[in-house]
């Protein structure tokens, strides 16, 4: 069945630092979204990618999902205290089937 | 607009009772989606429901069932509860999109099961 692999598992940073999280899928996908879930929390929707290739910005979030339509990343320049999470992918298939990535879970050092 | 709501919060039960979780998704989404989440293992879909038939099944054994009625409120039942069976159990409501343009997900807060 179609995987989502997401890494890395875990990441800690110097507040400043930058952080990226990579999903990679098993299957091209239709479109893929990217939730946070604070600790605690339930996951909020953070982006919808669905071109081949596109790239989305939100402040200090970069978005890209990939030419191939099988992976994608999350990078976050200069974070914050406020960016502490886990950071998950969402791949769909034109099945309609969803499959979450394990997530990224981000400390923030301050 | 209200959010997506969900009852109980938390709940404890012992193995082999059965449980049965709620979601109201939010006013006017047709689409709701089951996960399963553990510290082990990540968001697990479960199954999704759109207009009263379950449109998508993830991989989990027939204990697990849901069902969704025609105001779009969804139910999902797990029979004989094993130890295993202990996560928080989130639901997610769209407005019921398909293909490339899937709608955004909304969430709720989750249950939180407890099997002893």
């Known amino acids: 069945g179609q995987q989502v692999m997401q890494i890395p598992q875990y990441q800690h940073v110097q507040e400043g630092e930058d952080f990226t999280t990579y999903c990679n899928s098993s299957t091209t996908l239709s479109n893929i979204q990217w939730y946070k879930q604070r600790p605690g929390g339930h996951p909020v929707f953070l982006i919808q990618l669905v071109k081949s290739g596109e790239v989305k910005k939100q402040k200090r979030l970069t978005f890209q999902f990939g030419e191939a339509k099988k992976n994608s990343s999350l990078h976050i320049t200069a974070t914050q205290t406020t960016d502490v999470g886990t950071y998950f992918c969402a791949g769909r298939t034109n099945a309609g089937k969803s499959t979450f990535g394990d997530g990224t879970t981000l400390t923030v050092k301050p | 607009k209200a959010g997506v709501t969900q009852t109980p919060r938390y709940l404890i039960k012992t193995r082999g009772q059965q449980v049965t979780l709620s979601c109201s998704p939010i006013s006017g989404h047709r689409s709701v989606s089951w996960y399963q989440q553990t510290p082990g293992q990540g968001l697990q879909f479960l199954f999704e429901y759109f207009s009263e038939t379950q449109r998508n099944k993830g991989n989990f054994p027939g204990r697990f069932s849901g069902r969704q009625f025609s105001n779009s409120r969804s139910e999902m039942n797990v029979s004989t509860l094993e130890l295993g069976d202990s996560a928080l159990y989130l639901c997610?409501?769209?407005?019921?999109?398909?293909?490339?343009?899937?709608?955004?997900?909304?969430f709720g807060p989750g249950t939180r099961l407890l099997v002893l």
């Open positions: 997610a409501s769209s407005s019921g999109g398909t293909g490339a343009h899937r709608e955004t997900q909304y």
